[in-house]
C-alpha cells in the first residue's frame, strides 16, 4: 500500500510551526504506522477529563444527547461483581455533545498534529474516553480502525489517543505492530474468548505470536496511528485503572467509498478549516461505493451468508 505525504509549503504555516509533532516523528509515523508525542496535553486538562468521567459515571453529570456509557462484559453478565461503579464502565463513546470531553476533539494542539499528517480541513469521525478497570478481562484483539469506517483513503484518516494517566504493560498499554499499515485491511473475526465486549473485533489470522511493541505512556502523551496499523491492548493486571481520550479525525477530501449506507448513522462534525462547526456529509453514492463492509465484519458476513442461504 503506498503513502501519501503531505507538502505543508502550501497549507497553513502554522500547524507546521506551532505543531509538537516533529518531522523526525512524522517520517516515524509514515515507516511505522504510529508516532509518539509527549506530554502534548497539560496536567489540567487532564485532570478534567478525569473528573468528568467521574462525574459521568457516578450521576452526578447527567449523560449527553446520544452518548453511549458501555459496562463490561464480565460485570453485564454477572461474571464479576464491580465494587463501585466505575469499575463497570469500559468505555464512554460518542461525546460530541459533552462541552468538557469534545474540548480534546478541538484542542489546537492536537489539531497542530493531525493537521501536519493529513491536512487541514478536518472533520471528526469517532469518540471515546476508555476505561480499563481491574478484576475483568478487558483486553482487545489487534484490529485495525479502518474496518469501522466508511470513509476512504485511509492514509486520510488518523487516530488520536491520549494517556490519561500512566500506561504500562501491567494495565494494559497499547500494543501495535509496526509497518502493518502498509499492508491493507483485513478480514476481522470475533476471537475464541470467553469474555468479549461488543464490537471488539480481531483481525484474522494474527495471533499472540505477532511480534509488536508496547506503548507505555505517561499522562498526557498521546499516540497517533494510521487506521490500518493492527493495535490493541491486553489486560490490566492491576488493581488501579487505565485509561484514555481518543478521537478519529479524516480530512474533508475523503470520500463514502461503502457500497451500503445503512450500517452507518453518525454525524460528523468538523472540527479545522472550511466550515468548521457545521456537519460533514461528503460524497454518499449508495450502491456505488468500491467497498463491501460485509466483506470485513465477522457478524456482518454471517448474516450475508444466511441472507444467500435463504434465496
Known amino acids: 500500500m503506498s503513502t501519501v505525504r503531505e507538502d505543508t509549503s502550501a497549507r497553513d504555516t502554522r500547524a507546521v510551526s506551532q505543531s509538537r509533532l516533529t518531522d523526525a516523528m512524522i517520517e516515524h509515523y509514515w515507516e511505522y504506522g504510529y508516532a509518539l508525542v509527549p506530554g502534548l496535553f497539560d496536567r489540567a486538562r487532564i485532570q478534567g477529563y478525569l473528573e468528568r468521567f467521574c462525574g459521568l459515571v457516578d450521576g452526578t453529570i447527567p449523560p449527553a444527547d446520544n452518548m453511549l456509557i458501555m459496562r463490561d462484559v464480565m ?80 492514509d486520510k484518516i488518523v487516530a488520536g489517543w491520549t494517556a490519561l494517566e500512566r500506561i504500562t504493560q501491567q494495565n494494559g498499554c497499547l500494543t501495535v505492530v509496526p509497518g502493518s499499515h502498509k499492508n491493507g485491511l483485513l478480514k476481522h473475526e470475533n476471537p475464541e474468548w470467553e ?62 467509498e461503502w457500497n451500503l449506507q445503512r450500517f452507518d448513522q453518525r454525524k460528523y462534525k468538523i472540527v479545522r478549516g472550511e466550515g468548521a462547526g457545521t456537519h460533514w456529509n461528503g460524497s454518499r453514492k449508495d450502491g456505488q461505493g468500491s467497498v463491501d463492509p460485509l466483506a470485513y465484519f465477522p457478524r456482518l458476513d454471517k448474516l450475508k451468508r444466511a441472507r444467500r442461504g435463504r434465496s
Open 75 to 154: 460485570v453485564a453478565k454477572g461474571a464479576v461483581h464491580a465494587r463501585n461503579r466505575a469499575e463497570e464502565i469500559a468505555k464512554i463513546q460518542d461525546f460530541e455533545s459533552d462541552e468538557v470531553l469534545w474540548s480534546y476533539v478541538t484542542d489546537q494542539r492536537l489539531l497542530d498534529c493531525v493537521d501536519r499528517l493529513i491536512g487541514r480541513d478536518l472533520f471528526t469521525l469517532h469518540t471515546m474516553l476508555i476505561n480499563k478497570p481491574p478484576n475483568v478481562d478487558g483486553r482487545h484483539p489487534l484490529h485495525q480502525d479502518l474496518l469501522y469506517f466508511p470513509f476512504r483513503p485511509a
Open 195 to 256: 469474555h468479549l465486549n461488543a464490537a471488539y473485533f480481531g483481525a484474522e489470522g494474527v495471533g499472540a505470536e505477532t511480534e509488536r511493541v508496547y506503548v507505555e505512556m505517561e499522562p498526557g502523551d498521546t499516540i497517533l496511528f494510521h487506521p490500518i496499523t493492527l493495535h490493541g491492548s491486553g489486560r490490566n493486571k492491576t488493581q488501579g485503572f487505565r485509561r484514555a481520550i481518543s478521537a478519529h479525525f479524516a480530512s474533508t477530501e475523503c470520500q463514502w
